[in-house]
């Protein structure tokens, strides 16, 4: 009950802070509002981290920092990729946010091609159990607290909300849903469509490649 009442709390004063950032005109309160929004996601990431980040994809904030350190994700990657690790090179020590997950640069090389540039989409790895804790804390799970409240369907919408997450968290779901592209593309024959390549070799539960 207490994580509860605390994951509210934080959830409305977060919503709060983010309104100033958007009608305030005091660079002072912006600042506070910015210092608190930070210290969230640096303390809980999860949800909060989450509803950031739909703020600032149109804002001139970055409410979000580095969240795995360049050396976890060398181990990171060598940990799911095992020997296809050493296919890797430059891989850049500055990661982008990117959602749920952390972006990084570097380059591929096979037996069968040249060094190419390539992307690297690292599943934050505590995001999964952090955005459960919260969801469940918040009665945000299907199946808890009041099905329907102020004429709203609360348990389709907590379903919903779940489908998202589980769906933005499933990396192999989103590789096959690029592979589908890439295929009904090629049906196309047409060259104005521009989609990614993945590398099967360098893709798991929690990369993307």
């Known amino acids: 009950m207490l994580d509860k009442i605390t994951n509210l709390l934080k959830f409305g004063k977060l919503i709060y802070k983010i309104k100033i950032l958007k009608t305030s005109n005091s660079n002072v309160h912006k600042d506070k509002a910015l210092k608190y929004i ?11 981290l989450k509803i950031t980040q739909n703020y600032s994809t149109n804002s001139q904030y970055n ?39 952390q972006v990084h640069f570097a380059n591929i090389q096979n037996d069968k091609q040249k060094p190419s540039a390539i992307v690297l989409k690292i599943k934050l790895p505590w995001i999964e159990k952090a955005i ?3 969801l469940s804390s918040l009665g945000l799970i299907p199946g808890i607290g009041p099905v329907k409240k102020w004429g709203i369907d609360l348990d389709s919408y907590k379903q919903s909300l779940k489908e998202t997450i589980d769906r933005e968290l499933n990396y ?7 592979l589908s592209l890439n295929l009904y593309k090629s049906e196309l024959e047409t060259q104005d469509i521009i989609t990614p ?3 099967p070799e360098l893709c798991t539960n929690n990369i993307i490649a």
Not at 38 to 48: H, K, M
Not at 78 to 98: T, V
Not at 172 to 178: C, G, M, S
């Open 63 to 101: 409410f979000t920092k580095q969240q795995i350190e360049t050396t976890d994700v060398t181990k990171i990657l060598k940990d799911e990729l095992g020997s296809n690790y050493q296919m890797i090179s430059n891989l850049s020590p500055n990661g982008i946010c990117a959602s749920l997950s």
């Open 172 to 178: 192999k779901l989103e590789v096959e849903n690029i």
């Open 38 to 48: 930070q210290d969230l996601i640096d303390e809980e990431a999860g949800i909060f």
């Open 132 to 134: 459960q804790k919260q």
């Open 197 to 199: 390549n993945t590398y």
